[in-house]
């Protein structure tokens, strides 16, 4: 176990380097199972999501090497259709592969998936979505097995606009027979992102980024090189850390159009934005304004995986916030532990009313989620006095050499084994 020690107060200046999208590459590395030829993906974030579904796609029997940062999948040896408990719930992703494989296979075997504890993440619109286009499911001690003859294209509307479900359902569809329309799709950048890649290997798909995703399937595909999009997430919590603690930071490969929710938050608090090309620059040098509301949503909305981050800036803000949690019933595990810090918020269902404080102080606090972990990283940094935060295993899931780039800014922050 290792915990992270931050003495606060520090102002952060700087440059800091934004990772690939975690988001974008977990899927991207699903869809390698879909051709026998090698694909390389450029600059994949040193992550422990990343690294456990290296972990899977090497237990399917795929060759995948690293190359510097770049990774190698080779997936001519796979040869297993199965994922086991011990993996599936390290990593909620494995159920992306669920797709993949049965477009390779015919047949599937996963463990229902894990990941992080923020509320009942459910499968069944992914569920739902694949039988549509042709598979026979049953789940049997803890397992979702699939089996299909072939995987025929068909119109899909999902109840609510899923990630994860419409990623999947492209997957399989890539490959089935005839066109399938996913309808209500999400419209995330990394939804985009995803048909991008799809379509370098040789796909038809269109549509994404809109409601309406259309997948004409093709007989194969074939291997390709490609660089994922930044990390929105990442990006937008550095941002937030540095308008709480104060100072002025750049950005290097961002993409402000996908953080235009946060920016615009951030603007209305009182911080100075400059973007420039692929770069965001903040500035903040005084206690900001609290913002009256935040409403997670779908994309182009405020993002959930921000909603722990921007919380903890609304605690020393000047005046009341309330944060309304739109997509996860269990989200607000930072709340107590922001409590601990001085915090001033009380929970009523989906609601955190906020009254601002005029600084958090230094404690020992417990991270219980990958973003609201980051939330407490961000809360330690600008807090008085010494601050530890444990578990932080939950943050490595995301955040690639986190507290060397908050370090390389002027963050006071070390890792030490407990
Ligand atoms: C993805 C992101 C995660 C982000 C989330 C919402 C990845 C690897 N993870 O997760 O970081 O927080 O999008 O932006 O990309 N739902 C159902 N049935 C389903 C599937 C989902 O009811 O079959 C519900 C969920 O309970 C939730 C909502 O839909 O309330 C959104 O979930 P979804 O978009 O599927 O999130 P993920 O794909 O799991």
Do not use: W
Request: glycine content about 10%.
């Amino acid at each position: 176990m290792e915990k992270y020690i931050i003495n606060g107060g520090n102002k952060l200046y700087g440059s800091v380097e934004v990772q690939t999208a975690k988001n974008s590459v977990l899927p991207i590395l699903a869809a390698t199972v879909l051709t026998d030829d090698k694909v390389k993906i450029f600059n994949v974030p040193n992550i422990t999501d990343a690294k456990n579904m290296v972990k899977i796609l090497s237990g399917l029997g795929c060759r995948v090497a690293f190359e510097g940062n770049d990774l190698v999948v080779d997936g001519s040896f796979a040869e297993k259709d199965e994922i086991p408990r011990a993996l599936a719930h390290e990593l909620r992703s494995s159920v992306f592969l669920l797709g993949s494989i049965i477009s390779r296979f015919r047949t599937a075997k996963i463990a229902y998936p894990g990941g992080c504890d923020i509320g009942l993440r459910p499968v069944d619109l992914h569920l739902t979505g694949l039988k549509r286009l042709g598979v026979n499911i049953k789940e049997e001690n803890g397992y979702i097995i699939c089996e299909c003859d072939k995987l025929h294209g068909d119109e899909i509307m999902l109840d609510c606009p899923s990630v994860g479900a419409t990623e999947n359902i492209m997957l399989a569809a890539a490959k089935a027979e005839g066109t399938t329309l996913i309808k209500n799709a999400a419209r995330e950048p990394e939804i985009e992102d995803l048909q991008r890649f799809l379509n370098c290997m040789g796909a038809k798909v269109r549509g994404a980024g809109t409601g309406t995703i259309i997948i004409e399937g093709v007989k194969a595909l074939h291997g390709c090189d490609f660089q994922p999009i930044p990390d929105r997430i990442e990006a937008g919590t550095f941002l937030i850390a540095a308008a709480m603690c104060g100072g002025e930071i750049e950005l290097r490969n961002a993409c402000a159009e996908n953080i235009s929710s946060l920016l615009h938050k951030l603007r209305e608090n009182g911080c100075k934005i400059r973007l420039n090309n692929d770069k965001i620059i903040l500035e903040n040098h005084r206690r900001l304004t609290s913002v009256k509301s935040v409403e997670t949503q779908p994309y182009p909305g405020f993002p959930t995986d921000l909603q722990a981050q921007i919380t903890a800036l609304c605690c020393i803000c000047r005046g009341q916030s309330i944060i309304t949690e739109n997509l996860f019933e269990t989200r607000f595990k930072h709340v107590p532990e922001l409590r601990k810090m001085g915090a001033d918020i009380t929970v009523i269902n989906r609601n955190a009313f906020v009254r601002g404080v005029e600084k958090f102080t230094g404690a020992t606090v417990v991270a219980h989620d990958l973003r609201g972990g980051a939330a407490l990283v961000t809360a330690g940094l600008a807090a008085e006095g010494r601050s530890e935060v444990l578990d932080i295993s939950h943050i490595d899931r995301g955040y690639g050499s986190f507290e060397y780039k908050l370090r390389s800014i002027g963050g006071d922050i070390v890792r030490v084994s407990v």
